[in-house]
Structure formats: structure tokens, C-alpha cells
């Protein structure tokens, strides 16, 4: 039986991090992938093809709506399957790239293609052998959640995997789910031509963002043409002449949608059913989560785990890819790093983008029991008037006290870079007097974390540009 100092399961973002860690540390190190190919769901079938769609739909949607005077432009040409190739082939390039290539730099770690399970809590066994470790990294990631509507599975359906490699679009698609793939998802199809109707189950899109940015955001979406159904109930999927029906319940009024095709946007669930987790004495949720500590460590100290398989608050492949790094110098040299999560940010990948780090209001209110905070629109940002993006908005969060900086929320073109400066602010505990005495450039889009930060102090309406 061969022996390894650490054997990492997984070939995403964390087990990668997690192994590029450990062949620096010299340790002799076993990782083990199936399922998706190495560089897992992000390279493969996440953040890489979906991002590069998104960008393609916001192209088209550009050209046509610019809102630019003495301007017009003509898309001649939208082939689809073309944009879909192209999609295809940055993959391909990214994954030998980023992912092979580095693979076999890693001098100290052996790549192993195989489904692995634990036997004992230091063995595991694959492709008929067994290895052991000292120590383990489980990380593994997650799959589409597949919601209990009957015929569902008779009917069929996309997930995100099938939705990014479709050869032909579709003339119509339901999205079951409104988070944040189903969200950039939607979008991406309809500015491409589908017609998509979202079926949410919750009260709003994105239950854990800002509400009002949340609404703001249907808003615009349902502008573009979008339909969204709040407070769906999906009682079921049945085969029609014309296609695939779903009947569901709002406010206990039922309504049928016929739609070519379904995509299930309602989640997904850790992959851990067949790793035998239960004879390695580790210990999961009720949503099928490893358990883990702040510093990874699950329930057996020798192993632990990372990214969309554990009870994180957070599944962002950044921070998997940081839990990796970390996991790893816990178990080879016994150290105690964790991660705040509350100084990560996420953005969602609809155009405008919404972007978050640190408190909501919500969450402030049942930690201080009072908020401090100030909703600037866009439309205060010369920036974004200049652009004719003014649509947007952004939330600042303050400690009452000391001004601190807890949270910044942001809707509006190019959020997710924006939300870098606030990211930094919250983390180095920052306040406001900081980033009114800054200086951003005149004009640019990161000039609303200052506008922001000047609303708790004066009436901006009656401030010049440069202020």
C-alpha cells in the first residue's frame, strides 16, 4: 500500500490550491479528480464559459442599445453556435493553461484519475487499490440540485453543464430558480433571442442581497423582457404537443408556462454521497455538507475539507481557492489559519452586476440593533451619467460610533471591480472621513464609494462634481 503524507480529493479550484501548497511544503501528495475534468466547475463549466457568454450577450445588447445620439449601429449576423465554439475552445485553452500544465510542474504531487472512497479514516481506495495518509483534504464541489417536481425528471431538463454547450438556442426557456446563475443565465439567453421566464420560489430574486438592489434589479431585468414569477410554486413538468409545460401556484391561483426547454437554477448539493465519509468519521448536515471548523478541520482532526462541499457561508471559487492554501498548511504543519468571510465579496454577473461585501442591513440591525446607512443612486455619479448607465445604486453600511465601514453594496456596470476598493476598506477597518480625504479619479465609476461615504455628512445634490 502506497503512503502519502496528504491525499487531496477533488480537481477544482481548492483541491488545486490546496496541492500547489503542499508541493511547495515538500510534501509527498496524492490528487485524486473524477467526474469533471482537472480545473473542476469553475474552468469547466462555471465562471470561465458562462462569463464569456455574458460577455457575448452584453455585446449584442450594447450594439442595440447604446443610448448614444447620432449613433446606430446593425448586428447583422448572431450565430449562436459559433459564440457557443468559441465558449468551448477559451476552456480547452484555460484548462491546459491554468490547470494541466501546472499539474505537471508539481513535482511533489501525483495526479491520480479515479473515484475515491474512505475505508478508515487514513485509507481510502481507488481503481481497486488502496492509499493511505496521514492527512486528507476533501474537496470535492458540488452538483445541480434537482428539486422533487413531478414528471421532472420524465420531461427533462438543463443544468448549467448541458445549458453551456447547447448547439442550438432554444425559443423559449424557463429558469427554475433566481439566484445567481439563474439570474446571468437568463439574462444571457435573452439577449441572445430566447424568451425566458424566471419561476421563483422565494418572496424576491437573490433572497441574501440588499433588497432594494435586488428589486432594482428585476426591475431592469423584466425591462429587457424577462418574465418573473415571485412566490412559485412548481407543482409539476409535463410533455406537451408545442414542448414542456410546468404548472405551479402563485398566491394559491394556478398557472401553467410552456416552454421548449427547463433549467434547474435552485441550488446544488455537495458531493459527498459516495466518498463513505461514514467510515472515515466524518460528519455532514442535513444539506449533505462536510462539517467543518474555522479552520476546516472536520470531525476526524486528520481530515479536512473546502469549498462547495463544506458548511461555509460562502461558495465562491476565490474562496475555495483560499481554503485550499489554508487547509493545507493546517493539516502538514498543524497551524491555526482561518478565513473572514465577512471581507469577501461576490458579485452576480448580470448586467448591471450586483456586487456585496460585509453587513446587510438586516444583519447589522441584529447585531447593533440600529443601522446607519445611506442608499446613493447612480444617477449622483458623473460617471455614470456620462456612460448612460446611471440605473444603478449603491448602500453603505457604517458602525454609528466610529463610522467604520461594515458593508457596501452595489448594482451598476462594473460592480465586481468596484467592490475591490470596498473590500479593502472593510477589512482594514476603515471609515468614511478615510475615503472622503481620498482622491479617485475624475470620472470614473469608483468615485460612489466616496459619494457614498460624503452622503453621511452633507446633502450630495448640492456638491460639484469634484468634490
Not at 493539516?331 to 468571510?341: E, G, I, P, R, V
Not at 460624503?454 to 462634481?465: A, H, N, V
Request: aromatic content about 4%; glycine content about 6%; some cysteine.
Amino acid at each position: 500500500m502506497e503512503k502519502f503524507d496528504l491525499i487531496i480529493i477533488g480537481g477544482g479550484a481548492g483541491a488545486f490550491a490546496a496541492a500547489i501548497r503542499a508541493n511547495e511544503l515538500e510534501a509527498k501528495t496524492a490528487l485524486i479528480n473524477a467526474g469533471l475534468p482537472w480545473g473542476g466547475t469553475c474552468v469547466n463549466v462555471g465562471c470561465v464559459p458562462s462569463k464569456t457568454l455574458l460577455w457575448a450577450g452584453k455585446i449584442l445588447n450594447l450594439a442595440k442599445h447604446h443610448h448614444i445620439p447620432g449613433v446606430e449601429l446593425e448586428v447583422k449576423k448572431m450565430d449562436f453556435q459559433k459564440i457557443v465554439q468559441d465558449e468551448l475552445s477559451l476552456v480547452d485553452k484555460l484548462r491546459q493553461e491554468k490547470y494541466e500544465k501546472v499539474l505537471k510542474n508539481l513535482k511533489n504531487v501525483t495526479a491520480i484519475e479515479g473515484r475515491a472512497k474512505f475505508v478508515s479514516p487514513n485509507e481510502i481506495e481507488i481503481n481497486n487499490k488502496k492509499l493511505s495518509a496521514e492527512k486528507f483534504i476533501v474537496a470535492t464541489g458540488s452538483t445541480a440540485n434537482i428539486p422533487p417536481i413531478a414528471g421532472i425528471r420524465q420531461v427533462g431538463f438543463l443544468t448549467h453543464i448541458e445549458a453551456l454547450r447547447l448547439k442550438k438556442l432554444p425559443r423559449s426557456l424557463a429558469v427554475i430558480g433566481a439566484g445567481p446563475l439563474g439570474l446571468e443565465f437568463a439574462q444571457m439567453f435573452t439577449r441572445f433571442g430566447t424568451k425566458v421566464t424566471i419561476l421563483q420560489r422565494g418572496h424576491s430574486i437573490l433572497p441574501l442581497a440588499e433588497p432594494a438592489l435586488a428589486k432594482r434589479l428585476q426591475e431592469l431585468l423584466e425591462k429587457e423582457g424577462i418574465t418573473i414569477k415571485t412566490d412559485a410554486q412548481i407543482k409539476s413538468a409535463k410533455q406537451t404537443n408545442k414542448g414542456k409545460m410546468l404548472v405551479f401556484e402563485v398566491e394559491k391561483k394556478e398557472e401553467n408556462i410552456e416552454t421548449e426547454e427547463i433549467l434547474l437554477a435552485a441550488g446544488k448539493i455537495p458531493n459527498t454521497q459516495e466518498l463513505g465519509l461514514e467510515k472515515a468519521g466524518v460528519e455532514t448536515n442535513k444539506k449533505q455538507a462536510v462539517i467543518v471548523n474555522q479552520y476546516f478541520q472536520t470531525s476526524q482532526k486528520n481530515i479536512f475539507a473546502v469549498g462547495d462541499v463544506i458548511n461555509a457561508p460562502l461558495r465562491l471559487e476565490t474562496t475555495a481557492g483560499h481554503e485550499g492554501t489554508l487547509a493545507a498548511e493546517n493539516a502538514l504543519n498543524d497551524n491555526s489559519l482561518s478565513l473572514d468571510y465577512n471581507t469577501v465579496p461576490y458579485t452576480v454577473f448580470t448586467d448591471p452586476q450586483l456586487a456585496a461585501v460585509g453587513l446587510t442591513e438586516e444583519q447589522q440591525m441584529k447585531q447593533m440593533k440600529v443601522c446607519s446607512c445611506r442608499l446613493v443612486p447612480f444617477s449622483a455619479i458623473p460617471k455614470a451619467i456620462i456612460t448612460r448607465r446611471d440605473e444603478g445604486m449603491i448602500k453603505m453600511m457604517i458602525n454609528p460610533k466610529d463610522k467604520r465601514i461594515l458593508g457596501v453594496h452595489i448594482l451598476g456596470p462594473n460592480a465586481g471591480n468596484i467592490i475591490a476598493q470596498a473590500m479593502v476598506l472593510i477589512k482594514n477597518k476603515n471609515t468614511i472621513d478615510d475615503v472622503i480625504n481620498s482622491l479617485p479619479v475624475f470620472p470614473t465609476l469608483s468615485e460612489a464609494i466616496k459619494i457614498a461615504a460624503l452622503s453621511f455628512k452633507k446633502d450630495i445634490s448640492k456638491l460639484s462634481c469634484c468634490i
